[in-house]
């Protein structure tokens, strides 16, 4: 309906911009005529590219325009669908495959020397670093305040009450039994579905760390369900539900998303391109003369950072 509405408005205007002009003046009215002309050619393709175009009687020109627009509307539309498909699927899988509770319950396991992931839960001193010495964290409401995982808001919490709850497995480096913080209401936000897979901090919520929780294939390659492995040029702890989740499900969901935000970039980018063409084409085709300038535009470090475009006619 948009388009056809258009295409009447462009016919309307064309129509009307045939009329002849027989007084003393025809020459400057003439000449505004051409830069309205070419300022309308402008606005209907900022619109709908292609419409200046077909303003403009570039008929083909016009159509490949919107024919550009279209198809990436449509892969835009399409890949948005399958980066939430595939964000559903994270989510439900982290849902029933990381635990907040077992996060509390396991977190000192690491901690020890002979755990085959220790070594990638060390901190800038080769202690263990604990949550709440790191940036990242969760939030999860409990007594009807909302908590944190770590400090960072000046607020010693979490470190006072897991040390008071779990003391003995704070000292032993063993499982903490306590069932304190077995009510807290995690909030599920986007940070919290990336740290679970993105940060070792949280690698103890996952239900397949320790023997007999994954497969003897996995076992048979690395030793034990948990192991570390070098990705993206830094060693990770990782469990095959952590790489199913991380690699799999995220990072789809994430490819897709970026094609998506490509789609709209050539979207934005077609829109200029058409305004551009439909504008120049007009004022060409009334004679005008047209000088026109580009030069790149660098930011600080001298890395290209846009064109500037100025137009004279």
């Known amino acids: 309906m948009k388009i056809f509405i258009l295409l009447f408005f462009i016919t309307l205007l064309q129509s009307q911009s045939t009329n002849h002009l027989v007084n003393k003046n025809n020459l400057d009215v003439i000449e505004n005529k051409a830069n309205n ?25 016009g159509i490949a325009y919107l024919a550009f627009e279209l198809i ?11 980066g939430d498909e595939f964000v ?3 989510k439900n899988f982290a849902n ?3 635990s907040f509770n077992r ?5 000192n396991i690491y901690a020890d020397e002979s755990n085959p992931v220790n070594s990638v839960m060390l901190g800038p001193n080769n202690d263990f670093f604990y949550p709440w010495d790191d940036s990242h964290h969760i939030e999860f409401y409990l007594d009807g305040y909302l908590r944190r995982t770590n400090s960072s808001n000046g607020n010693g919490w979490f470190e006072n009450t897991y040390k008071t709850e779990c003391n003995d497995a704070f000292i032993n480096n063993q499982e903490c039994d306590n069932n304190y ?3 807290a209401e995690v909030v599920k936000n986007h940070d919290f579905y990336e740290g679970i897979g993105k940060y070792d901090l949280f690698f103890a919520g996952w239900d397949d760390t320790q023997d007999g929780e994954c497969s003897e294939d996995t076992i ?17 702890a990782y469990t095959d539900n952590k790489i199913y989740y991380q690699y799999e499900l995220r990072d789809k969901a994430n490819k897709n998303y970026d094609i998506a935000e490509n789609a709209l970039t050539f979207i934005f980018i077609n829109h200029a391109v058409s305004m551009l063409d439909a504008f ?12 026109y300038m580009t030069q790149p535009l660098y930011d600080n470090n001298m890395k290209l950072n846009g064109i500037e475009f100025s137009l004279q006619w």
């Open 220 to 236: 048979a390659q690395y030793g034990s369900c948990s192991y570390v492995l070098l990705t993206n040029n830094t060693e990770n």
């Open 72 to 82: 990436n509307l449509t892969k835009r539309s399409k890949y948005l669908d399958k």
């Open 96 to 98: 029933n495959h990381w």
């Open 103 to 107: 996060w509390i319950s396991d977190l």
């Open 181 to 183: 913080f077995e009510d």
């Open 280 to 291: 120049i084409v007009n004022l060409a085709s009334n004679k005008s003369s047209i000088n």
């Open 37 to 61: 002309n070419a300022f309308i050619a402008l606005a209907l393709s900022a619109i709908l590219p292609g419409a200046g175009q077909i303003y403009n009687k570039n008929y083909k020109r």
């Open 88 to 90: 559903v699927q994270y």
